[in-house]
């Protein structure tokens, strides 16, 4: 099972979104764990490295929701380890 951790700029974003956006975000992060599980990334997920962050990663929750993203060591072995960075707009680019 992949587990995750939030950082401390991630919950305070988080916390800033309606619970409309929230529970669009929760959603999305239920289908990447099961993609997780499966090894496999659908593609409307449209995951994919951000430019000029090495090891962070952008995921699209909503059509102007982005979240970013990097794995830790695992907790579990076998397991991925997300560390969530910043959830927001596209804005969140600027420093993911």
Same mark, same amino acid.
């Given at each position: 099972?992949?587990?995750?951790?939030?950082?401390?700029?991630?919950?305070?974003?988080?916390?800033?979104?309606?619970?409309?956006?929230?529970?669009?975000?929760?959603?999305?992060?239920?289908?990447?764990?099961? @993609?997780?599980?499966?090894? @496999?990334?659908?593609?409307?997920?449209?995951?994919?490295?951000?430019?000029?962050?090495?090891?962070?990663?952008?995921?699209?929750?909503?059509?102007?929701?982005?979240?970013?993203?990097?794995?830790?060591?695992?907790?579990?072995?076998?397991?991925?380890?997300?560390?969530?960075?910043?959830?927001?707009?596209? @804005?969140?680019? @600027?420093?993911?």
């Amino acid at each position: 099972m992949p587990t995750y951790e939030w950082q401390p700029r991630f919950r305070r974003e988080f916390q800033r979104l309606t619970p409309r956006q929230q529970r669009a975000f929760l959603d999305t992060v239920h289908k990447l764990v099961s @993609d997780l599980r499966a090894a @496999d990334l659908r593609a409307g997920l449209r995951m994919k490295h951000v430019s000029g962050h090495p090891g962070v990663y952008e995921l699209t929750w909503a059509p102007d929701g982005r979240a970013t993203f990097s794995l830790g060591d695992e907790v579990h072995p076998g397991h991925p380890h997300v560390i969530w960075r910043c959830v927001g707009t596209h @804005d969140i680019l @600027d420093e993911p």
